[in-house]
């Protein structure tokens, strides 16, 4: 089955600098690869996501690209503000079609901003 | 985005009673919703995939006769929590699938904090 793994662990910028999350997947097939942040006692938000057909995709400070030969896709934060602080995880979408499908998630990045 | 509504947000309960919490799409229909356990710092646990109107689909090692998930129409999936022990207490996550447009894009509820005493 599907197998996500995701560094760092943990990852301090100061405010302004940019962070960066890289994910690795193991199966070819995945095809959907969603990104959440997740704040504090508080479920998981979507704040990005890429299909397989394309390799890039950015939504103002936020940007995931995809490496569909390495099987390996990253967030990237500019501009990084304190409020951007939480826990980031990666997933993919296994199998990829289908009402089977499934999240797999790797296993988060506690992001720390500092002022 | 696409909003997910799960209720209640947290939730007290005595040893031995049940409990269940419900999640709902608000602006969509949703074939396809799961439910997971989340620990403390750690990444999210899937515990069972519901299909609209089909028994739940769970992953190994979780109870299905403990953990009663039904989904009864395409906005709504609930989980209930039977017999609840300490141990059960957890932070419960529900996610639905809203398959128009380009599909497979999934939206997580807030989340149900449940502590048994």
């Known amino acids: 089955g599907e197998n996500v793994e995701q560094h760092p662990s943990t990852l301090s910028v100061q405010e302004g600098d940019s962070a960066v999350i890289k994910c690795t997947y193991s199966?070819?097939?995945?095809?959907?690869f969603p990104w959440y942040k997740q704040e504090l006692g508080k479920g998981p938000q979507l704040i990005i996501d890429?299909?397989?057909?394309?390799g890039e995709k950015k939504d103002q400070r936020i940007a995931v690209t995809l490496n569909k030969t390495a099987k390996h896709f990253s967030l990237h934060i500019t501009e990084t503000q304190p409020e951007d602080s939480a826990v980031y995880f990666c997933?993919?979408?296994?199998?990829?079609?289908?009402?089977?499908?499934?999240?797999?998630f790797g296993q988060g990045t506690t992001l720390q901003v500092k002022p | 985005g696409a909003v997910v509504s799960q209720h209640p947000s947290w939730v007290i309960c005595k040893s031995g009673t049940s409990v269940k919490i419900e999640c709902r799409s608000l602006?969509?229909?949703?074939?396809?919703m799961f439910w997971y356990r989340q620990f403390p710092k750690q990444s999210l646990m899937l515990m069972a995939t519901?299909?609209?109107?089909?028994?739940?689909?769970?992953e190994q090692g979780v109870e299905k006769d403990k953990f009663l998930i039904n989904h009864a129409s395409l906005t709504l999936s609930t989980l209930t929590v039977t017999s609840a022990h300490p141990e059960d207490s957890s932070f419960y996550i529900c996610?639905?699938?809203?398959?128009?447009?380009?599909?497979?894009?999934?939206?997580f509820g807030e989340g149900s904090w449940l502590t048994v005493v």
């Open positions: 996610s639905a699938r809203d398959g128009a447009g380009a599909g497979n894009t999934i939206y």
């Open positions: 199966d070819s097939a995945s095809n959907y």
């Open positions: 890429i299909r397989s057909n394309v």
């Open positions: 997933a993919a979408l296994n199998p990829p079609s289908g009402n089977t499908g499934k999240l797999i």
């Open positions: 602006d969509f229909q949703a074939t396809t």
């Open positions: 519901s299909n609209e109107g089909s028994k739940a689909t769970y």
